[in-house]
């Protein structure tokens, strides 16, 4: 693919990204849930355990996402605003196979157009530039956890974020975009008594706009001053820097709130490697012991 066909997908992509927030009534600066969004345009959203995919588009009878439930949160963000791409430039069905390579130049156009789309949905220049500047952080001087931290906002993984702001965005230049990755995500899930493949959630007194979703095992790090609700759903973890950290324990909902602000959020738990209807991971489940 040469250059110029590059950058004509790329806009395309990023138009009709920025239309489709429109029409789901999405800020310009907001982060999003693309599973939300996938429904509300018409797309049935599902996990199943798909070992040697990312996941599966199909428009008939009806149209249809399917997510492999064993993917990292992040990957399976991504995959699903990856899928909804092919719905909304009506490329048929797709069948995704265990896929480490975003932005790619060599890739499929109709796979690169999906590409920059789900990056655009998810990570729309105007919500990257809104989530520095709430953080007063200059993209020269961006360090790894403050990235692994941005990842969290926006539900993509540390990667495809660097990926994005050095290769679209062109927020970082190429020799940043190295030393970024020299770090590995798992090395600064650690600092929070993180496992490799658990998920560590990060969030701010800047986190607005969606939910945060967990699954139960992982790990909750809360701003200084916020507290969660009484119940078993959270277990607490510790602290580190003054912030409270929790373990996600039971399936369900659960609010936190910050002691000295109109600040709160709501918290939703699913299981972890969930199969079903996506809108309903969140769900109590009867024969669950809540107690």
Not at 73 to 100: D, I, P, Q, S, W
């Given at each position: 693919?040469?250059?110029?066909?590059?950058?004509?997908?790329?806009?395309?992509?990023?138009a009709?990204?920025?239309?489709?927030?429109?029409?789901?009534?999405?800020?310009?600066?907001?982060?999003?849930d693309?599973?939300?969004?996938?429904?509300?345009?018409?797309?049935?959203?599902?996990?199943?355990?798909?070992?040697?995919?990312?996941?599966?588009?199909?428009?008939?009878?009806?149209?249809?996402?399917?997510?492999?439930?064993?993917?990292?949160?992040?990957?399976?963000?991504?995959?699903?605003?990856?899928?909804?791409?092919?719905?909304?430039?009506?490329?048929?069905?797709?069948?995704?196979?265990?896929?480490?390579?975003?932005?790619?130049?060599?890739?499929?156009?109709?796979?690169?157009?999906?590409?920059?789309?789900?990056?655009?949905?998810?990570?729309?220049?105007?919500?990257?530039?809104?989530?520095?500047?709430?953080?007063?952080i200059?993209?020269?001087?961006?360090?790894?956890?403050?990235?692994?931290?941005?990842?969290?906002?926006?539900?993509?993984?540390?990667?495809?974020l660097?990926?994005?702001?050095?290769?679209?965005?062109?927020?970082?230049?190429?020799?940043?975009?190295?030393?970024?990755?020299?770090?590995?995500?798992?090395e600064?899930?650690?600092?929070?008594?993180?496992?490799?493949?658990?998920?560590?959630?990060?969030?701010?007194?800047?986190?607005?706009?969606?939910?945060?979703?967990?699954?139960?095992?992982?790990?909750?790090?809360?701003?200084?001053?916020?507290?969660?609700?009484?119940?078993?759903?959270?277990?607490?973890?510790?602290?580190?820097?003054?912030?409270?950290?929790?373990?996600?324990?039971?399936?369900?909902?659960?609010?936190?709130?910050?002691?000295?602000?109109?600040w709160?959020?709501?918290?939703?738990?699913?299981?972890?490697?969930?199969?079903?209807?996506?809108?309903?991971?969140?769900?109590?489940?009867?024969?669950?012991?809540t107690?």
């Amino acid at each position: 693919m040469n250059t110029y066909a590059r950058r004509e997908l790329i806009l395309r992509a990023a138009a009709h990204a920025e239309n489709v927030r429109i029409a789901c009534t999405v800020a310009r600066t907001a982060s999003v849930d693309p599973l939300l969004l996938a429904e509300k345009r018409d797309c049935e959203v599902r996990f199943m355990s798909l070992p040697s995919l990312e996941g599966v588009y199909s428009p008939t009878p009806r149209s249809v996402i399917i997510l492999g439930s064993q993917r990292p949160r992040g990957r399976r963000a991504f995959t699903c605003a990856h899928e909804l791409g092919h719905h909304e430039f009506k490329h048929g069905a797709r069948v995704e196979e265990l896929n480490n390579g975003r932005f790619q130049r060599n890739k499929d156009p109709d796979e690169f157009l999906a590409d920059m789309f789900a990056a655009f949905l998810l990570m729309s220049q105007g919500s990257v530039r809104r989530a520095f500047k709430d953080r007063q952080i200059q993209p020269n001087r961006v360090e790894p956890m403050q990235v692994f931290r941005l990842s969290c906002y926006f539900g993509v993984g540390y990667s495809t974020l660097i990926d994005h702001m050095s290769l679209t965005l062109g927020l970082l230049l190429p020799n940043q975009r190295e030393r970024l990755l020299q770090t590995q995500p798992k090395e600064l899930k650690a600092n929070f008594g993180g496992a490799p493949y658990s998920e560590v959630v990060l969030v701010d007194e800047f986190w607005r706009d969606r939910a945060v979703d967990l699954e139960i095992g992982d790990i909750l790090v809360l701003y200084k001053g916020v507290v969660v609700e009484d119940g078993p759903r959270l277990t607490p973890h510790g602290t580190i820097d003054g912030q409270e950290m929790f373990k996600a324990a039971a399936r369900g909902y659960i609010r936190a709130f910050h002691n000295n602000s109109d600040w709160a959020v709501n918290i939703r738990i699913a299981p972890k490697h969930y199969e079903g209807l996506a809108r309903y991971r969140f769900l109590e489940d009867p024969e669950e012991s809540t107690q």
